[in-house]
């Protein structure tokens, strides 16, 4: 089923639209990071009742039953194929022949995994169904040049610090660069780099995409569903005619699908050649690089709210694992057993 924007009035729905692509990106960046299946399922009940609050709850299970059998698939190969050094063995999945061993931690990576795969493609299905595709693509859009404010610095400060405290482990632990032999010197290093890579995203993500490319993403996001759509119509289309659109046969299979294409295909063209019309008919290629916007986005309270709850959990994550502290799970299974 198609990924629709849904109306309401939720808290969910009157978020910034940038502020729901940031938490997209801050989901995704705390399912790497935090190992423990525990605070994963945790993160992804968190998810699942922001959406049962903005959308119907009928719709939003429809659209992930589907993806459960997949995930499942991830997270049974994680079971079969993780067994590292020194593994807590339990049993085989094939006992006679002893084939396959499964493992404690297996076990364990294989749901992080599918808590892990759920909680970033939830948060993908939240994002669309809470923005309209013209706010999700204006985010994106380039707005002109402008002057640094204090917005700015702060952001450049923020990414900078969240980098320092991602690498500043890794720095401490390695072995010393033979050309900065100094700790201090190293440190220094990684400072700069990380201002001079925040300031080159903070740059990137202020200016945006040209606005041709924003329209191209905006027709994108919106003509998802109303494909989907056409594509029913002209199978229901094609079921009243006595057309068997899922024969048993596979060589069958694929002349029906043939069939369906080529309407699909020129019913698309058609819609495309319309669009395109309607687009010059409006002189939207007239002076693009001058071109205003009838709407500024602001962040609100619960954007600067959001953007600190998943930047504290990124942060968490990173120190959890910093301090060996990361799979608490584990750690609580490996003492039961001994």
Same mark, same amino acid.
């Not at 605070?39 to 959406?51: C, D, E, H, S």
């Not at 593994?87 to 006679?96: D, E, K, T």
């Not at 980098?163 to 033979?178: C, G, K």
């Given at each position: 089923?198609?990924?629709?924007?849904?109306?309401?009035?939720?808290?969910?729905?009157?978020?910034?639209?940038?502020?729901?692509?940031?938490?997209?990106?801050?989901?995704?960046?705390?399912?790497?990071?935090?190992?423990?299946?525990?605070?994963?399922?945790?993160?992804?009940?968190?998810?699942?009742?922001?959406?049962?609050? /903005?959308?119907?709850?009928?719709?939003?299970?429809?659209?992930?039953?589907?993806?459960?059998?997949?995930?499942?698939?991830?997270?049974?190969?994680?079971?079969?194929?993780?067994?590292?050094?020194? /593994?807590?063995?339990?049993?085989?999945?094939?006992? %006679?022949?002893?084939?396959?061993?499964?493992?404690?931690? !297996?076990?364990?990576?294989?749901?992080?995994?599918?808590?892990?795969?759920?909680?970033?493609?939830?948060?993908?299905?939240?994002?669309?169904?809470?923005?309209?595709?013209?706010? =999700?693509?204006?985010?994106?859009?380039?707005? !002109?040049?402008?002057?640094?404010?204090?917005?700015?610095? &702060?952001?450049?400060?923020?990414?900078?610090?969240?980098?320092?405290?991602?690498? &500043?482990?890794?720095?401490?632990?390695?072995?010393?660069?033979?050309?900065?032999?100094?700790?201090?010197?190293?440190?220094?290093?990684?400072?700069? !780099?990380?201002?001079?890579?925040?300031?080159?995203?903070?740059?990137?993500?202020?200016?945006?995409?040209?606005?041709?490319?924003?329209? /191209?993403?905006?027709?994108?996001?919106?003509?998802?569903?109303?494909?989907?759509?056409?594509?029913?119509?002209?199978?229901?289309?094609?079921?009243?005619?006595?057309?068997?659109?899922?024969?048993?046969?596979?060589?069958?299979?694929?002349?029906?699908?043939?069939?369906?294409?080529?309407?699909?295909? =020129?019913?698309?063209?058609?819609?495309?050649?319309?669009?395109?019309?309607?687009?010059?008919?409006?002189?939207?290629?007239?002076?693009?690089?001058?071109?205003? %916007?009838?709407?500024?986005?602001?962040?609100?309270?619960?954007?600067?709210?959001?953007?600190? !709850?998943?930047?504290?959990?990124?942060?968490?994550?990173?120190?959890?694992?910093?301090?060996? =502290?990361?799979? =608490?799970?584990?750690?609580?299974?490996?003492?039961?057993?001994?």
């Amino acid at each position: 089923m198609a990924i629709e924007y849904q109306k309401g009035n939720s808290l969910l729905h009157n978020l910034d639209a940038r502020t729901k692509l940031l938490m997209f990106i801050g989901v995704t960046m705390a399912a790497v990071i935090i190992m423990d299946p525990i605070l994963m399922g945790v993160l992804f009940l968190l998810i699942y009742w922001l959406g049962i609050k /903005a959308i119907d709850r009928q719709l939003l299970n429809q659209n992930l039953r589907v993806l459960v059998v997949i995930f499942l698939t991830f997270s049974l190969f994680q079971i079969i194929f993780f067994t590292p050094k020194d /593994a807590h063995f339990l049993f085989y999945l094939v006992p %006679f022949k002893q084939w396959i061993p499964v493992t404690v931690e !297996g076990l364990i990576r294989g749901v992080a995994v599918f808590f892990r795969f759920f909680s970033v493609v939830l948060s993908v299905h939240l994002m669309l169904y809470s923005t309209p595709p013209v706010e =999700l693509a204006l985010t994106i859009t380039e707005k !002109g040049k402008r002057k640094f404010s204090t917005t700015d610095v &702060l952001t450049i400060l923020v990414i900078a610090g969240v980098m320092v405290v991602a690498t &500043l482990p890794l720095v401490l632990n390695s072995e010393p660069i033979t050309w900065l032999p100094n700790p201090l010197y190293q440190t220094l290093f990684m400072l700069v !780099g990380s201002l001079v890579l925040a300031f080159v995203v903070q740059r990137i993500t202020s200016r945006g995409l040209p606005p041709e490319m924003g329209l /191209a993403l905006t027709l994108g996001f919106s003509t998802v569903g109303l494909l989907t759509k056409q594509t029913q119509k002209i199978t229901d289309a094609q079921k009243a005619r006595g057309y068997d659109v899922k024969p048993k046969n596979l060589v069958r299979r694929v002349q029906v699908l043939t069939a369906l294409l080529i309407p699909i295909f =020129l019913a698309t063209l058609e819609r495309s050649q319309d669009i395109s019309i309607a687009i010059l008919s409006r002189g939207f290629d007239y002076n693009i690089s001058k071109r205003t %916007f009838r709407r500024e986005f602001k962040f609100k309270k619960y954007d600067y709210i959001f953007m600190a !709850g998943s930047l504290t959990i990124i942060l968490a994550g990173m120190l959890l694992n910093h301090f060996q =502290l990361g799979n =608490l799970t584990e750690q609580f299974i490996f003492n039961l057993i001994k």
